[in-house]
């Protein structure tokens, strides 16, 4: 019997790297495809000499071919840190705009069924808790953030044209906060942050007063969710991410605890449009794919944390990407 094809975009990549395995473990056949921008290859590397896994090196802004059949597509390819895409905001929104357009182009000439990962930042600063996918969001398109969260809108957009247009087999995944083993230390988010400031035996730096809220989902159960989508015929958006909320100042205090060292926690100013809030309502997720998280906060930290730690300790240390000129 034939494989199935699977191509994932923003394979090198945390989340596409770890759907590249899992693909790899269901038996597919998998295309992964990066321009490395903000991926690493190491991330993939033990998939090189697999017979059933190849890479493309190539911008998916750019046109995408693939040779032969593909049954599936999965378009992960994105910065998804504020210090990448503050940095190369240009790139952020094409990858999102351009990229998916690509992407949805290639489905249809495959007749292959695609799902786009959008992101909770589509609710933008919510005045809507928790957040369910039929809240339409408040974001602030010309702030600092909005590249990212409106490069994600619109790749929403655009993938319902195609799906109510063309008749594209499209699925759209909205993914909260997620954490685990190889994610970049240096990508600027709180929970990497902390870690690497515990590590190096920091204080661990918090912005605004700490009561700003995050919901953390370990990465095994949101690439199991996303499995699941896929593999439905569901169409609409489907929220995926673990609503055991907490403060990020509650949050520090656990990192603190878990590295065992006497570390305080500093206050800095809250950066503009940072996001007072985040709590997924997975109600249809749990009706639509008998989806919930099942890996407790406690348990996937620890992963976590010993992952980083046995890292080399130059990777504590390492500084945000620097990115050539990128229109």
Partial sequence: MQRKRVLITGAAGFLGSHLCDRFIKEGFHVIGMDNLITGEL???????????????????????????????????????????????????????????????????????????????????????HPQHEDYWGNVNPIGPRGVYDEAKRYMESITMAYHNFHGVNTAIVRIFNTYGPRMRLNDGRALPTFICQALRGEDLTVFGD?????????VDDLIE???????SDYHLPVNLGNPDEISLKHFAEEIIAL???NLKIVYK???????????????????????KPAISRAEGL???????????????????KEFKSMK
């Fill in 210 to 218: 700490g009561s700003q809220t995050r919901s953390f989902c370990y």
């Fill in 302 to 320: 620890k992963i976590t944390y010993n992952y980083f730690k046995n890292l080399p300790p130059e990777e504590w240390n390492k500084q945000p």
């Fill in 42 to 128: 190491r991330n993939i590397e033990h998939l090189f000499k697999l017979e059933n896994f190849e890479f493309y090196h190539h911008d998916v802004t750019k046109f995408i071919h693939v040779p032969g059949h593909l049954d599936y597509i999965l378009h992960f390819a994105s910065p998804a840190s504020p210090i990448d895409y503050l940095k190369i905001p240009i790139q952020t929104l094409k990858v999102g705009a351009m990229g998916t357009h690509n992407c949805l182009g290639l489905a249809k000439e495959k007749k292959a069924r695609i799902l786009v990962a959008s992101t909770s930042e589509v609710y933008g600063d919510p005045l809507v």
């Fill in 259 to 261: 590295s065992g060292k």
């Fill in 225 to 231: 969710g996303i499995y699941r989508l896929l593999l």
């Fill in 269 to 291: 100013p809250l950066p503009v449009d940072d996001p007072k809030q985040r709590q997924p309502d997975i109600t249809r997720a749990g009706e639509i794919l008998g989806w």
